[in-house]
Structures are given as C-alpha cells and as structure tokens.
C-alpha cells in the first residue's frame, strides 16, 4: 500500500516534512486546548490548523487578511473539484444504464 502524501490545503504541493509533522502534532491535541496553545504554529481555521506549506505559511503570516480569502478561494476549489467528479460518475453511470436499457430492448443476436 502506498503512503499518500500530504499536500498544502492551500496551493496543493506537497508539504515538507516539518510542516507535515507540525499538523499531525497539533491534530492530535485538538482536544486539551491548553496544550495547543502552547504548540500552535499553524495557521488555524474555526480552531483546526490547515496543512500549509512554509512558503503559504509565510504568506499567510505576511498578509493575514488576504489568508481568509486564500481558505475561501482553496475550498471552493475543492467542492468544484467534487462536483466534477461526482457529474461524471453520474454521467457514466447514466450511459451504462441507458447502453444497458437498449441492449435488452433489442436483444442480443441470437445464433
């Protein structure tokens, strides 16, 4: 099985490996709030850090308000993204119902 990596939620490159490391640390204490605070790093959403890369790191820390509209236009990205995919299982799965509609209409040759 291959190890999927993490990619920023950003810009969609893969995170370096302190980055990587920094959010599956702050993950994991989501719940003990005193102690995420002590660790906090990570840029954070509705309380839960995003997986960013350093240089979107540095841009966020650079420009706080334009990190708001960074999320917005990364998340809306990603629901296209979906919708995308999810039209074309619909669609094929429409054309295989339909493919399939008219070859029991028809009937296969008999021999």
């Known amino acids: 099985m ?22 599956l640390v702050e993950i994991q204490f989501l719940e003990e709030p ?4 002590r660790l906090r790093q990570l840029p954070d ?3 839960k850090p995003l997986r960013v890369c350093k240089a979107c790191q540095g841009s966020i820390e ?18 296209q993204q979906l919708r995308r995919q999810r039209s074309g299982m619909i669609t094929a799965i ?4 339909v493919g399939w509609f008219f070859a029991s ?7």
Do not use: M, S
């Not at 291959?2 to 959010?23: F, H, M, N, S």
């Not at 706080?64 to 629901?79: I, L, S």
């Not at 429409?94 to 119902?97: D, F, I, P």
């Open 105 to 111: 209409l028809i009937g296969a040759p008999r021999v």
């Open 45 to 47: 959403v509705d309380g």
């Open 62 to 79: 650079a420009n706080p308000v334009g990190f708001r509209q960074a999320v917005v236009q990364a998340h809306d990205k990603a629901r």
């Open 2 to 23: 291959a190890v999927k990596p993490c990619l920023c939620q950003i810009c969609r490159k893969k995170l370096e490996p302190v980055q990587e490391l920094r959010y």
């Open 34 to 37: 005193v102690v995420l605070d």
């Open 94 to 97: 429409g054309v295989l119902t």
